[in-house]
Antibody
Framework: QLQLQESGPGLVKPSETLSLTCSVSGGSISSSTYYWGWIRQPPGKGLDWIGTFYYGGNTYYNSSLKTRVTISVDTSKNQFSLKLTSVTAADTAVYFC?????????????WGQGTLVTVSS | SYVLTQPPSVSVAPGQTARISCGGYNIGSKSIHWYQQKPGQAPVLVVYDDSDRPSGIPERISGSNSGDTATLSISRVEAGDEADYYCQVWDSSSAHWVFGGGTKLTVL
């Protein structure tokens, strides 16, 4: 059974860089049939897509965050990471990692449990 | 960029049918996906590609998509269906995954 687990600091200071990692078990991140992505949810608000990639292919970023976001992959650890620079209070959210499989079109069929990141001094 | 519009809330009595709409320009030309999210939990995919259900999702949950509106229908609503529901599409013109604002389903 595929599992995704987010990890990283729960508190980040304003203007600093938010760094999170998604560890994947039960499946290979280097399979070209899957996309892997980050989605966030500010407290009490809706889902906000951050970015998605597939191994050996393109990486797509939300244009509203593109200048601050980088998604990278470490196949040796079966992990992928998110870096968001110059954070403000508006970046406070639960951050989810997720997988898209060809079998469900362009939907995300597996999600991590999410991790809350608070931006505050 | 492409925008999806959902009503903030929908209320329905137990045993009735809930219908949650998702509006977007010519949304019928896109494939729409629906997620259920209960408090403190990750979203769960309940419908993909307009009307297909992942394994384990009951047949009471169905979807349709035409024109400028997609609809998620939940028949014989139960207390356990109370949750937030989000629609989502892939917008190929902008290469963005787009989510609707979400609808809170309340079972009266």
């Amino acid at each position: 059974q595929l599992q995704l687990q987010e990890s990283g600091p729960g508190l980040v200071k304003p203007s600093e860089t938010l760094s999170l990692t998604c560890s994947v078990s039960g499946g290979s991140i280097s399979s070209s049939t899957y996309y892997w992505g980050w989605i966030r949810q500010p407290p009490g608000k809706g889902l906000d897509w951050i970015g998605t990639f597939y191994y050996g292919g393109n990486t797509y970023y939300n244009s509203s965050l593109k200048t601050r976001v980088t998604i990278s992959v470490d196949t040796s650890k079966n992990q992928f990471s998110l870096k968001l620079t110059s954070v403000t209070a508006a970046d406070t959210a639960v951050y989810f990692c997720a997988r898209r499989s060809e079998s469900v079109g362009m939907a995300f069929d597996y999600w991590g449990q999410g991790t809350l990141v608070t931006v505050s001094s | 960029s492409y925008v999806l519009t959902q009503p903030p809330s929908v209320s329905v009595a137990p045993g009735q049918t809930a219908r949650i709409s998702c509006g977007g320009y010519n949304i019928g030309s896109k494939s729409i996906h629906w997620y259920q999210q209960k408090p403190g939990q990750a979203p769960v995919l309940v419908v993909y590609d307009d009307s297909d259900r992942p394994s384990g999702i009951p047949e009471r949950i169905s979807g349709s998509n035409s024109g400028d509106t997609a609809t998620l229908s939940i028949s014989r609503v139960e207390a356990g269906d109370e949750a937030d529901y989000y629609c989502q599409v892939w917008d190929s013109s902008s290469a963005h995954w787009v989510f609707g604002g979400g609808t809170k389903l309340t079972v009266l």
